[in-house]
């Protein structure tokens, strides 16, 4: 079983509206998670960190389930420049490594 | 400006030639960490060093060697016994020292074969 999984889409959207996607990690001691936005050709770029409680950062709301071992991400009224692979990073308890879903694409239409 | 530097940008390899691709940090993070994209695919873990001269096998790390004499610099080659080198190469830092902060990555490097 993969430690990180992400439905890869395509998410394809209308400007405006509001898409979530979702992430399974399979290690329970996990400690910390991400999202990362990945353009094309381009490093993935820290989006936002994932707490206990949830966070919000302007139009994108992360949140995490450890009882049931997801994270997922929020993005209300969609912009074209969101377009882009959005992975979900969970690092494990074994010592700094880190493991990466294959990331879910997004694509956001006028 | 703190940050992670790669180069080259770009890098084409002969047939049976070694190549070697630097990655530098400023940022005085203990943890450095080297992965490659295939298109369309996700990151895989070749290597990575916690300490300095001490580092770790990731998940591919066959046909690629690593050093790490110095906390700012963790280079990368790709030898002649990787039969398909070419993707993206990236190479990350973190803190370390179990601290779960996250990876910041370099700019990366695309290696093609001649």
């Known amino acids: 079983r993969k430690e990180v999984e992400q439905d890869p889409g395509p998410f394809n959207v209308p400007e405006g509206a509001t898409v979530a996607f979702n992430c399974t990690y399979s290690?329970?001691?996990?400690?910390?998670f991400f999202w990362y936005r990945q353009d094309c050709r381009k490093e993935p770029k820290l989006l936002m960190s994932v707490y206990s409680s949830g966070n919000e950062d302007g139009r994108f709301t992360a949140q995490l389930n450890r009882a049931s071992q997801y994270i997922s991400l929020l993005i209300r009224d969609s912009k074209l420049s969101d377009s882009a692979t959005y992975l979900c990073?969970?690092?494990?308890?074994?010592?700094?490594?880190?493991?990466f879903g294959t990331g879910t694409s997004l694509t956001v239409i006028p | 400006d703190g940050g992670i530097t790669q180069s080259p940008k770009y890098l084409f390899r002969k047939e049976g030639q070694n190549v070697t691709l630097s990655c530098e940090q400023n940022l005085n993070h203990d943890a450095m960490y080297w992965y490659r994209q295939d298109p369309g695919q996700g990151l895989r873990l070749i290597y990575y060093?916690?300490?300095?001269?001490?580092?770790q096998k990731g998940d591919i790390a066959e046909g690629y060697s690593v050093s790490r004499e110095k906390k700012e610099s963790f280079p990368l080659t790709v030898t002649s016994a990787q039969k398909n080198p070419t993707a993206f190469y990236l190479c990350?830092?973190?803190?370390?020292?179990?601290?779960?902060?996250?990876?910041?990555f370099g700019d990366g490097t695309r290696l093609s074969i001649l």
């Open positions: 060093s916690q300490i300095v001269n001490d580092f």
């Open positions: 990350a830092s973190s803190i370390g020292g179990g601290e779960y902060q996250p990876q910041h």
């Open positions: 290690n329970s001691a996990s400690q910390s």
């Open positions: 990073v969970v690092n494990a308890n074994t010592g700094n490594q880190f493991y």
